[in-house]
């Protein structure tokens, strides 16, 4: 009982800082209150999909501590890698380093399925990755309207968003995108390719003239870090109409980029600084991993976040293409209580040092964990 008990008090801050995170959203949502009513004004219908997320929210954390009682853990997020194909081929890029795709995309019929169940066991957020995720954008465009009480985020590089795509994804009022960058022009294009940047400021120009909310995802390398914390960059950011930043670490994917991993001391900083600009800025700020001391560990395998990869091999996250159940065979309540999940939660503890995932690092402890040995 000791264990349920320290997961029980991990959970409560799960719960606590997403509820934050939400308020602090419609705290700078309504920061700007002159662009706040012109797009409400335009689609009033905003307002009652954020009062039925937030109840969902509340409904969905209360079922989650349930199953905690019975000893069944459910994560409070769910990435679904939609497909791994993109229209992009940025250099470092973890799903070009997972082995090819056991098989065929899930169908819209099966993605639907997944998050009903998802929805049912209280799992609050669903992201959507991939790959480029806007491949498939009749697809995510018609989830978030079958599931009005589920957040959805984006990740996207933001190539394909045009007037037509701005528009259909401000249809969505539970959808909140996410294009990733690395900072300024230099950092980005080297890593993405010429023009990138220039196409991702120009879609955000037509997202801020319709999307009440919508962020930028920040890989932080050890190279990029003072551009990308600099004061310049944030309010430039802001500017082009983000009001979320999400800060995520690097994971070196790619053999020989390990000295990109940011260095503790720089991790230290990043936490100490998303403080500061949470007060100090107009906008939402967190970062990825995070402070893994704070939950007692890694939230991986559905200890607070789940993956789903394109074929519906369930996954501890995104950077570790292993797994011993597959959505197609087995539904997802019970998938999640599969030997190896299992064992990588129990393990929670020794997941993350020096700023490198111990999952994909270990790779041998990985293998024994899912064949059972």
Known sequence: MTGRRSDAGYADLMDTINRDNLKRSVRVIFSDGKRTGRILAARPSLLLSGVTIHLHQKKAAKIRRKAMIRGRDIPVMMFISITSRCNLTCSGCYMKERPAPAGPELTLDELNSVISQAEHLGISVIAFVGGEPLLRSQDIIALAGSFPRILFTLNTNGTLIDDEMAAALAACGNLVPFISLEGFKGETDNRRG????????????????RILFFGCAVTVSRNNFSEVLDESFIRMMIGAGTRAFIYIQYVPAEPGT????????QRDQLNRKISLFN???????????????????????GRGFIHVNPSGDL???????VSDANLRT???EDALQSPFL???????????????????????????????E
């Open 330 to 332: 087995r539904s997802l």
């Open 315 to 321: 996954e501890p996250c995104p950077l570790v293409p």
């Open 194 to 209: 010429a023009g990138s940047y220039d196409r991702i400021l120009a879609a955000c120009s037509l997202m801020n003239d």
């Open 342 to 372: 299992t064992a990588v939660r129990r393990n929670h503890r020794a997941l993350h040092a020096n700023g490198r995932c111990v999952l994909r690092t270990n790779p041998q402890w990985l293998e024994e964990q899912r064949s059972g």
């Open 279 to 301: 007060r100090d800025y107009p906008a939402f700020f967190i970062g990825i991993p995070g402070d893994m001391e704070v939950f007692g560990g890694c939230l991986a395998a």
């Open 258 to 265: 390990e000295d990109l991993v940011p260095t503790r001391e």
